[in-house]
């Protein structure tokens, strides 16, 4: 018989209800299907959290690489400060395993209301591929004072290695910054896929979303990639669609689009959206 391992992460909030039901519905396929799953339960969540001041570690990512998959319910919780939980849990897992595609299947479902007057399931079905370990979800950046100062900022990939030494100098009000990264293979990778699914799911048409008319040079490089992958597709249609444009497509006319492929920050924000119009987040996969 065939036997998995499986990491089981349940999570916050509605996280854990959603997996404990899902956990019977894969132990009942296991049965019918002759297989036989190893369920491996990890505490990483809010509660845990608070109560130890521990996140996901080092062990346990290196028990979990051993494992076939990972089985994990929602993050984030109102009594922990916003990007904890999401940087020391989820992004960790994402840049550990380097999970560089999030793929999101926009489909209405015969029979789902859609917020949209007159819209059909023949109107609304498209994927999004979301890059999922880059741009400015990197998680780098920090906060300056008036006068001098300076910052290491480091960013460890399995693609790169990336050390940024600042020298700052204000002079006025106290600052924020945010670094966002682009790699060439990064980005590559991922537009790649997009027109892969494109020809494996006989469609015609990728649209890129960027920002690329006011973030020039991160965006400006995007779209320089996508134009060399684009090149090796002949068959298919490509446009350029910016973030903003987009949001206001998918209201107007979604039937148009087919494969969208877009960096991490642009795609968290379009597959929301995306998951009302075909009836919400509760009938929204990804992967």
Known sequence: MTKYRIALIPGDGIGPEVIAEGKKV???VSEIEDFQIDWVEYPFSADHYLETGELLTEDSLKEMEKMDAIYLGALGDPRVKPGILEKGILLALRFYFDQFVNLRPVRLLKGVECPLRDKKPEDIDFSVVRENTEDFYVGVGGHAGKGKSKDVLEIERNLYNVRFNLDIEVDGDEIAYQLGVLSKKGTERVIRYAFELAKKKNKNRVTSVD?????TDIYGFWREIFN??????PEIETEFNFVDAIT???IRKPEWYQIIVTPNMFGDIITDLGAMIQGGLGLAPGG
Request: hydrophobic share 60%; glycine share 6%; no cysteine.
């Open 26 to 28: 894969i132990d009942i």
């Open 211 to 215: 920002k690329a008319n006011v973030l």
């Open 228 to 233: 060399e992958v684009a090149g090796e597709y």
């Open 248 to 250: 206001m497509w998918f």
